[in-house]
């Protein structure tokens, strides 16, 4: 290993040589350079090697390159390239093969080798590392994607990088992004030629030298990408973003006109056609004349509005379904939120948006949350009727749905629309108990503010028999609160009382309590340990602050120091886990005066 490394070194002599013999390095430089690759290359010829230490020494090499750049700026000095930069290039891409080729896995680790080709201008590796990255790894289609990019702006090879697009394709033949991007390439090369042939027609070449064929510079090979893609991939979205690549380019017109009438012709059961069909009638051309005044403009948009308009209308004939009266209503509500200074315009957009929220509901094709916008534009409106209205035609239409309740059953109270506590037992009746708590909180709010408190304490003894153990430990928190805020530390006590058996319990219960006694004027330590014994059987087992609480309640005004240490024995007798850790150093903490 020794003859090995000596002789690695030996070879770089020259090298180092040249660097302090033109000024770019000094000795002592040199002389640590030396010494420094010694290190790393014994590293790389260890019997068990890392690749951390690969890494290393490639990143050694590359800071090594970059001195020397901007040395040679600082002294201006231009020359000896091939004696200096080259050797040490060669040696990292070496480097870098010997990785890759241990740690084959490792795509990062062949991506930072791609990088550093491209950054140092060792272009002619790219293709080999590309090549053998794609031997190991054919089953991303991202790696290939990149490789024939990197073909086409790095090497200027449009053939090259076709035959890997065809390759990935061998391997990925329904892959949606490699057709999108060899579609694009096609596109692009053929871009290229018409700018190279215009340039030799400026000037005044003999084009005969030249081949410009005429069927390439009209985009046919991008066209038979095209028809092979839309045969393998039958899908609207998929042709519209192949559309979309198309119209980038000035010269394809034809092109999208040819998959436009795909389109219209293959995908009319797809609501996201007729949404890209509907949407392009923005774009059409206005007429100048009204182009010149707010007014005029707004008459304008208000046409090309209208248009979208009927192409969704004539969507929902052949389609009438969720996502079509989905993606209507999309389209009516984002043109109401766009800004503008006319009244008219911003009338007429809210009354179209009403109408087919309307219609959707009558059809039973109103997806639940657009009855918020809905419910919003009618109470913003002032048709306060209206709105109460559609609340109770919402909670039929999803009768199971938490959210929908929740919007509708706060609309009616906020209108004072409807019997209250019917419309919260329907509710409750139809919704999956287990979904149902912010239901509860939301009757429970109801009644504490517009309800007797009989009625209210009521309803909380009917959410305390809930099956579902979180809305009955929300419900007590809740009452224990409402009692004390009614009835004072008296009934608080009581309702604690009659509760503190009666499982399941929270930390919180319990906590609210001690809370609620230590508020009072003279409150007693003894129903604060009788509080924090009963938290402790709950909860004594895994929480740790809990304990420490009560040890810090026994070291204050009320309490008793001496039973510190008998609290402290039990818990961590008690305490499991990682919570006897936590327990002790806080504890520690404590003693010293940092808690």
């Given amino acids: 290993m020794a003859e090995i490394v000596q002789q690695r070194i030996e070879d770089r002599i020259p090298e180092l040589e040249q660097l302090e013999r033109v000024g770019l390095f000094t000795k002592k430089e040199v002389k640590s350079i030396i010494k420094k690759v010694t290190a790393l290359e014994y590293k790389l010829h260890r019997l068990i090697v890392n690749k951390e230490d690969f890494i ?124 999108q991007e060899y579609f694009r390439m096609e596109l692009l090369h053929c871009e290229k030629l018409r700018k190279q042939k215009e340039e030799v027609e400026k000037a005044d070449m003999d084009l005969g030298e030249y081949e410009f064929s005429p069927e390439i510079l009209s985009g046919k090979l991008a066209e038979v990408v095209y028809k092979d893609a839309t045969a393998k991939i039958k899908e609207a979205e998929f042709v519209i973003s192949l559309l979309n690549i198309a119209a ?60 979208c308009c009927q192409v969704y209308e004539e969507g929902l004939k052949s389609l009438n379904t969720e996502p079509m009266w989905t993606r209507y209503v999309v389209f009516c509500l ?153 009835g004072g530390y008296k009934k608080a006590r009581k309702t604690f009382t009659s509760l503190q058996e009666n499982r399941p319990l929270s930390k919180k219960f319990f906590t609210s309590m001690i809370q609620i006694e230590k508020e009072q004027e003279t409150p007693k330590i003894n129903n604060l340990r009788d509080y924090y014994e009963r938290a402790l059987q709950e909860f004594g087992t895994a929480d740790d602050d809990l304990w420490l609480q009560y040890i810090q309640e026994e070291m204050g005004a009320l309490g008793q120091p001496e039973n510190c240490a008998k609290i402290h024995w039990r818990a961590m007798k008690f305490l499991e886990g990682e919570s006897v850790e936590r327990f002790t150093s806080k504890y520690t903490l404590l003693q010293t005066g940092h808690l």
């Fill in 56 to 179: 290393a020494y490639i990143q050694y090499e590359i800071n090594v390159l970059e001195l020397i750049k901007k040395r040679r700026g600082h002294i201006n000095y231009h020359f000896k390239r091939d004696e200096i930069e080259f050797p040490i290039t060669h040696r990292i891409n070496s480097i870098f093969r010997r990785a890759t080729k241990k740690w084959k896995d490792d795509v990062q680790l062949w991506l930072s080798h791609v990088a550093f080709c491209k950054k140092w201008e060792t272009k002619s590796q790219i293709s080999k590392v590309f090549a053998s990255m794609l031997a190991i790894h054919p089953d991303k289609p991202a790696l290939w994607i990149m490789a024939a990019k990197s073909e086409l702006e790095d090497r200027n090879s449009s053939e090259s990088a076709r035959h890997l697009f065809l390759r990935a394709l061998r391997f990925h033949p329904d892959n949606k992004k490699v057709y």
């Fill in 248 to 307: 980038i380019f000035d010269f394809t017109k034809e092109l999208q006109d040819s998959i436009l009438q795909d389109l219209q012709a293959n995908h009319t059961e797809d609501s996201l056609t007729w949404d890209f069909m509907a949407k392009r009638e923005l774009e059409a051309p206005g007429v100048d004349e009204e182009l010149h005044t707010a007014k005029g403009r707004a008459l304008d948009i208000n046409r090309r509005e209208e248009r």
């Fill in 334 to 486: 984002e043109r109401l939120k766009r800004k503008t200074n006319v009244q008219e315009l911003k009338d007429k957009r809210q009354e179209r948006l009403l109408e087919v929220l309307q219609r959707a509901h009558d059809s039973s094709l109103l997806k639940e949350n657009f009855y918020k916008n809905w419910l919003e534009i009618l109470l913003s409106s002032g048709h306060t009727e209206a709105a109460a209205s559609l609340a109770l035609s919402a909670t039929q239409r999803y009768n199971q749905s938490v959210s929908v309740w929740s919007l509708c059953l706060q609309t009616l109270r906020h209108l004072g629309c409807g019997d209250m506590a019917k419309l919260f037992h329907d509710a409750l009746t139809h919704v999956n108990p287990k979904e149902s708590l912010p239901l509860w909180q939301l009757q429970l709010q109801w009644s504490m503010a517009d309800q007797s408190a009989e009625e209210t304490e009521a309803i909380f003894k009917r959410g305390l028999l809930s099956s579902v153990p979180a809305i009955a430990m929300e419900v007590k928190e809740l009452y224990l609160d409402w009692s004390y805020s009614v």
